[in-house]
């Protein structure tokens, strides 16, 4: 939609236009989250969903959406190359959104576009039903929208778009609409330090998280891309050196997350004690038992790191989840870092009273 949205300004401005939009993907698919296509009450079609597969289907919904003035939902699944029905020869599916965009919403339209333009985070919320009512979200604010805001937020501080809401709201009893968070803004990062079985694992769960993955080390025959197929970058540096280089080419920010996982000296405590220097970086995270971190916070004293940076440093790393292997101990440092930075208690929800969307 980003690459339409100065188009679309100027398609509704001379009418009413239906806009169809991919809200949701599962498994493999031609377009991702957010892809836009629309259609004016000319017949004009600009954009596509699909790459052909399913244009005709959503053309003839956004007939509809603009004749009735209701927005209507379209899912499309696998579909036989030879067969007659509509659907999508990747094996994958997406669920479409197809709603009317009238002139009142021009406003809104040139609202996130100047935001857009400015380099400012935003997200454009929309409810999945006939209404198809529109609220700009943006960081920071704590305008209330049918019990989904703190959600969409959360989705705007990730980088990523997404779907929320779809249940109750234990505040009044009432439901919560079902919304999809189209956000306007880079991905927050993770940067992992290592090149071993634990960067591996943490670096998939990273990547479900929405973060965008760096793995970084200085060992040129581990850090490979073979070894780490979800990381979206794997970088051979030093780790400290390299972060030094993002922080002063502007690419950290307050949502920046560094884990160190080397278990080797010579590499982590550099890369803590650079992590630490910088008051932007959102949560740093050092592997290791309690003797490691121990030995390690004393060679970090030495190194000049003083004791309220020190205290920033979550170290040994992860929830208490008994974990073991790789994958379970990538489940308890990423909980841990949902918890920390989204200001829950990381308890058992059955052992708390109140709301659970706080």
């Given amino acids: 939609m980003r690459a339409m949205l100065e188009q679309l300004i100027a398609l509704v401005g001379r009418g009413p236009v239906a806009m169809a939009r ?34 005709a289907a959503v053309v003839e919904s956004a007939r509809q959406v603009l004749a009735t003035g209701n927005a209507v939902t379209d899912r499309f699944g696998y579909s036989d190359g030879d067969g007659l029905a509509v659907g999508l020869t990747c094996g994958g599916e997406i669920e479409v959104f197809v709603e009317p965009v009238p002139k009142e919403r ?42 989904v805001d703190r959600d969409a937020r959360a989705l705007l501080d990730a980088g990523r778009s997404g779907i929320v809401g779809a249940d109750e709201c234990e505040a009044d009893s009432s439901p919560r609409p079902r919304v999809f968070v189209h956000v306007f803004a880079t991905p927050a990062r993770m940067i992992l330090a290592g090149a071993n079985d634990f960067v591996r694992a943490l670096s998939r769960t990273g990547r479900q998280l929405g973060y965008r993955v760096t793995v970084v080390d200085a060992r040129e025959t581990f850090a490979t891309a073979a070894r780490f197929p979800s990381a979206h970058e794997v970088v051979v540096d030093w780790p400290h050196r390299y972060l030094r280089t993002e922080h002063e080419a502007g690419r950290i920010d307050g949502r920046t997350v560094v884990c160190v996982l080397t278990h080797d000296t010579k590499f982590d405590v550099p890369m803590i004690a650079a992590a630490l220097s910088i008051d932007d970086i959102a949560f740093v995270g050092a592997l290791g038992s309690r003797r490691t971190h121990a030995e390690r916070t004393e060679r970090l004293r030495a190194a000049g790191v003083t004791e309220s940076r020190l205290a920033r440093l979550k170290s040994p790393l992860g929830l208490d989840l008994n974990a073991h292997t790789p994958d379970e101990t990538a489940i308890s440092i990423a909980a841990q870092i949902l918890a920390e930075r989204g200001g829950g208690s990381a308890r058992p929800l059955e052992r708390l009273n109140g709301p659970i969307h706080r």
């Fill in 106 to 147: 021009l406003a809104v339209l040139t609202a996130l576009q100047a935001r857009i333009a400015a380099g400012d985070p935003v997200a454009l919320a929309t409810r999945l039903d006939t209404s198809a009512e529109w609220q700009l979200i943006r960081p920071g604010t704590a305008d209330a929208w049918h019990g």
């Fill in 22 to 55: 991919v809200v949701d993907t599962t498994g493999p698919g031609p377009r991702e989250t957010g892809a836009a296509m629309i259609v004016t009450a000319d017949g004009e079609v600009f954009g596509s969903l699909s790459g052909g597969c399913v244009e």
